[in-house]
């Protein structure tokens, strides 16, 4: 890339041509994934959209196809509340090499009762932490073949009021859904940011991020027929909110950004300029409590216990 392209500001309409890479997003048929995988198509690139909904992803495609005229794109069988299929991802895939994935995809459940996945892991954090962390071991050999394979984790806003229980990380004896959801997503940061300092430690050339979307509403997005339809009124009635906060499609762009840009470099986290909810994308400050090194060797010896994969996740 030449100085003149890296000098130049980053700007949310015009990433980079990305042109003979692959990038794989988890959950890019819906919401924030959607979005991640749209502007993700319009670099040149092959994006692989990753979904359990075979239905959905052919939408999802059909819609990006009509606004990313010769659009590259792939879907993947991928249900991360089963491990089996986490698991067996990078085979399935049949690439020689994999430039990056976006763990995206999320379950966010409102009220009780309790669910389990297939593996009998608490919902959220099953799908949400446990199924990304089997991915990455299985994709491992795949980013390790690429000259700089990015692992970017989609983490969230809710995740800063919360801390680990890291004896209960399942919520077995105290389950509140939404309190459950934050810390399934503080896993995923928690399990970034320990990534990529593993990663630095055996000289890897594959990097870890971590970004998160801000305030991104469904009455603040542009409509994606037939996956989300947006009517006047409810774009209407979200306007004063947009002072604060934005559409899933700007939640997109620090996605975009950790994956695309060479100046991002591993354990950073970025998210949006304006108090972290809404604008264009920048680099923060890593709290504190995601990045302690005694909770996330704490989390990650768990996780491997229950994913059933080596501390290393494949990666030497």
């Known amino acids: 890339m030449s100085s003149a392209s890296r000098n130049r500001p980053w700007d949310v309409h015009r990433p980079p ?4 890479r692959t990038f ?11 979005f991640a995988a ?8 092959l994006v692989v959209i990753g979904s359990r909904d075979r239905v959905k992803a052919d939408a999802a495609m059909g819609s990006i196809r009509s ?22 991802a990078a085979d399935r895939l049949d690439l020689d090499r994999l430039d ?3 763990h995206n995809a999320g379950v966010a459940l409102d009220h009780p009762p309790r669910q389990e996945t297939r593996d009998g892991h608490e919902l959220m954090f099953g799908t949400n932490h446990l199924g990304h962390f089997a991915l990455t071991r299985s994709l491992a050999p795949l980013l390790s073949a690429a000259p700089a394979g990015r692992v970017v984790t989609v983490g969230s806003f809710a995740a800063r009021s919360e801390r680990l229980d890291l004896g209960d990380l399942q919520s077995t004896r105290d389950y509140r859904p939404k309190r459950t959801y934050g810390r399934s997503k503080l896993a995923q940061m928690s399990f970034g940011f320990a990534l990529d300092r593993r990663l630095r ?10 970004a998160h979307p801000g ?10 027929p037939p996956l989300s339809v947006t009517g006047p009124g409810e774009r209407l009635r979200a306007l004063p909110s947009a002072l604060l906060v934005q559409g899933k499609d700007a939640g997109a762009w620090p996605v975009v950004r950790a994956v695309l840009d060479p100046e991002v470099t591993g354990g950073q986290l970025w998210g949006p300029r304006v108090f972290g909810l809404r604008g264009v994308p920048r680099r923060e400050p890593v709290p ?9 060797a704490r989390l990650w010896a768990a996780s491997g216990e229950l994913v059933g994969a080596d501390p290393s996740l494949g990666f030497r």
């Open 38 to 45: 749209e502007q993700l198509a319009a670099t040149g690139a």
């Open 67 to 88: 606004r990313v005229p010769g659009a590259r794109l792939r879907h993947l069988p991928l249900d991360l509340a089963d491990l089996s299929s986490a698991r067996t």
């Open 215 to 224: 305030g991104a509403l469904d009455s603040l997005t542009p409509s994606r």
């Open 288 to 296: 504190s409590h995601m990045a302690d090194p005694a909770v996330a």
């Open 201 to 210: 430690a055996v000289g890897s050339t594959v990097l870890s991020v971590v």
């Open 100 to 102: 990056a994935v976006v």
């Open 17 to 20: 041509a990305a042109e003979g």
């Open 24 to 34: 794989l997003v988890t959950g890019g048929n819906a919401g924030i994934g959607y």
